[in-house]
């Protein structure tokens, strides 16, 4: 299967799931489409963040190789919002590995600050640092100020929404 030419062929669930089906459990078939969602066009890159989130719920261990090259991706300068979105929509759900915490972290104390960042990275970050709160206390009181800055700057449904919940699981 040329991976890149059916992703380009059509969007749409059906076709999601077939790709992700291809997939399988095949971890050489999975890197290929993690290169594609780290370094290909904008439509190839959204497109193929729903297979990998399709592919990650049946196997999540094919994740975890390539979690540094997604963590590394998502901090360069120029790089597409659906690579930053998805991998933080992706990193939500996963214990993120202990080499992987402080970058993580630092990222999305930086996409919460700033104003200009779109709702759904920002409300991924929270979700993401709240669930390291849980092995990092010390870093709740900066979660409550930046979110209470959300909330005053951008009270978008999606951030009240989300800011809600983080604030009743950090406590």
């Not at 399709?54 to 901090?75: D, I, K, S």
Request: with cysteine; proline share 7%; hydrophobic share 45%.
């Amino acid at each position: 299967m040329d991976l890149r030419a059916e992703i380009l062929l059509e969007h749409s669930r059906a076709q999601s799931l077939r790709i992700a089906a291809w997939i399988g459990h095949h971890p050489n078939r999975f890197a290929a489409l993690i290169q594609l969602f780290l370094h290909d066009e904008y439509r190839v890159v959204q497109r193929s963040a729903w297979i990998i989130s399709l592919v990650a719920e049946r196997h999540p261990g094919l994740l975890t190789p390539h979690l540094p090259a997604m963590v590394a991706r998502m901090e360069e300068a120029g790089m597409p919002v659906a690579v930053k979105r998805n991998v933080l929509r992706i990193l939500q759900y996963l214990a993120i590995p202990e080499p992987l915490q402080g970058p993580v972290m630092n990222n999305c104390f930086t996409f919460l600050e700033d104003p200009l960042e779109t709702v759904a990275v920002k409300a991924f970050s929270m979700t993401i640092l709240a669930n390291l709160a849980k092995d990092y206390p010390d870093i709740k009181n900066e979660i409550r100020l930046l979110i209470a800055e959300a909330l005053e700057n951008n009270p978008t449904p999606g951030i009240r929404s989300r800011a809600k919940k983080v604030l009743k699981e950090i406590g």
